[in-house]
């Protein structure tokens, strides 16, 4: 249906669209989230750079890892070192708050909206900022959450208190605002106790994450309660005017957000799409009457967004 490469430009965010989107936001039926990694990345959730040296300093000695994402696939020796390194990956980027209030700001903006979030995701964010969790579409799944790396059957875990006990086990301290900080002095260790190594309650096969990754993936029975309520909420809205707003979405998953929103903008007869994205705002020409796209930090163009007002009509 769309042309391979989309040919209407990107616009920087200037008062005009920012106006013009505002406008739509406010007088829209309903408004569809599309959310990628860019939205948690403007937020401060970055994987590399000083927020990596300062948590994960002793591995880059060790390996020469260059970012946290890298490093998740290393052959650690031992799952006590394994478990070392991704109980602080999970813990710093699922049960710590992102430094910067990005999610709040976009929730701020739709709250008192018939909204919902679909989502690649994997940090929680959206409901640490206030978003209603059955509201919420997680499709590639959560870092709060094991299952059984077989996986022999289709259940998830919640990991929050033993990330929190291995986190303890290396010589961090959780602050009760969640951060976690090591004593002055303290060289944090590099392994865990085997005692908290965690395996499957079924089968006693080693855990991994709730991370699509591969054929592996389980889709629990909160992921197919969360995929109906999507499709549920879009075929009440189908007739009426809806904004798909997408939001610092990439290329690594287009089909299930850019791809989804693109043919739904073009099939549904009020809708109107939203590309908000730093360096990789466009639409197809099929969809270009209909669309805003706004080039930009997404951090950015929400705080213009909040602070425009609508004259009344």
Known sequence: MFLRTAT????????????????????????????GSGLSTSAGFTYSGERFQKYFGDFIAKYGFRDMYSGGFYPFDSPE?????????????????????????LYDLVKDKDYFVLTTNVDHCFQKAGFDKHRLFYTQGDYGLFQCSEPCHKETYDNAEIIRNMIE?????????????????????????????????KCGKPVSMNLRADDTFVEDEGWHKAAQRYSDFLRRHQNMKVLFLEAAVGFNTPAIIKYSFWRMAYEWKDALYA????????????????????NGDIGTILNQLQSTSISPA
């Open 8 to 35: 209407m430009k990107s616009t920087d965010a200037s008062c005009d669209n920012i106006a013009r989107l505002r406008q739509e936001l406010d007088t829209a039926d309903a408004v569809v989230i599309g959310a």
């Open 81 to 105: 070192e394994h478990w070392a390194y991704w109980s602080r990956y999970i813990y710093i980027n699922r049960y710590m708050d992102a430094p910067k209030p990005v999610y709040r700001e």
């Open 169 to 201: 086990a290396q010589g961090y301290v959780i602050a009760e605002n969640g951060e976690i900080n090591l004593p002055e002095g303290t060289v944090p260790q590099m392994e865990v106790p085997s005692a908290l190594i965690p395996c499957c309650p």
């Open 275 to 294: 590309c908000l994205n730093d360096g990789e705002a466009f639409a197809p020409d099929e969809i270009k009457k209909q669309s805003i796209c706004i």
